[in-house]
């Protein structure tokens, strides 16, 4: 089955070469070119073709169409239930990006997908984590239901603790600090927006540190939270503007805006 977004294969010595490459040019954003270099006859490495192109749409908001093509080849190729389980994790984690980005509303369509996922991938299987961190980003920004993102992302963050899992674990630890940081739990919020960047830091993926660092500067205070900001900035414009959504935060405030 193939590594999709759940996980940072290619990152250690003694990966394949193919997954190595592929993982270098999706670390930097270049999510087309590694699509490029798979070949996709067999349901493993449709499906990664297609998480390759589903990224790209959340990262950039665009290449809706290329995504759909490929997950659409994936989801024909797919033959027993933990592959059409994980195309189905995939259609709908393509519709909450549409949904979210405003593109199109979607969320019955990703709702319906992420259960049809749940249904068919076993509660052991390393997939699980994967599901259970989109059904939470799905209950924290379209339905809006902090506590059932919680639950969600904590089953996550135990199954990518279990599965050895480090790229997901860097997202489930993000998440569940904006969770405690929306609580008011400052501390906690700290802790786990630092250990999403070192982790984030540590396997080489520069598209996901700079929110990473925006986000831990949110828990800080000046200078330091300054310093974080201006280290996102530098990585924003040498990634040409990706993720697009990272613009409104790195916004310099308005000329005589209050800052307090």
Do not use: K
Request: hydrophobic letters at 45%; one cysteine or more; aromatic letters at 6%.
């Amino acid at each position: 089955m193939a590594h999709t977004a759940m996980s940072g294969t290619g990152t250690t010595a003694g990966d394949d070469p193919l997954q190595t490459a592929v993982w270098r040019l999706r670390s930097r954003g270049c999510w087309a070119d590694a699509a490029a270099l798979l070949r996709p006859v067999t349901a493993a490495a449709a499906l990664q073709r297609a998480s390759l192109l589903v990224e790209r749409c959340l990262y950039t908001e665009s290449g809706w169409a290329e995504a759909e093509d490929a997950l659409r080849a994936a989801e024909a190729l797919a033959h027993d239930d933990e592959e059409r389980g994980a195309a189905a994790c995939e259609r709908g984690y393509l519709a909450y990006a549409a949904t979210l980005h405003g593109v199109r509303d979607r969320a019955d369509e990703a709702r319906a997908a992420l259960g049809r996922a749940a249904a068919l991938i076993p509660p052991e299987a390393p997939a699980r984590a994967l599901l259970d961190f989109r059904r939470g980003l799905l209950a924290e920004n379209l339905t809006r239901s902090p506590q059932a993102a919680l639950a969600a992302y904590r089953r996550a963050h135990a199954g990518a603790i279990a599965h050895a899992d480090p790229l997901l674990l860097s997202f489930t630890w993000r998440h569940l600090a904006g969770l405690a940081l929306r609580d008011g739990d400052l501390a906690e919020a700290r802790h786990g927006f630092s250990e999403s960047l070192r982790i984030r830091e540590e396997l080489g993926y520069l598209v996901g540190t700079a929110p990473a660092l925006v986000s831990l500067a949110d828990t800080e205070s000046d200078p330091e939270a300054s310093r974080l900001r201006a280290e996102a900035r530098r990585l924003f414009r040498l990634l040409g503007g990706v993720p697009t959504w990272l613009a409104r935060q790195l916004a310099p405030p308005a000329a005589g805006a209050a800052t307090a």
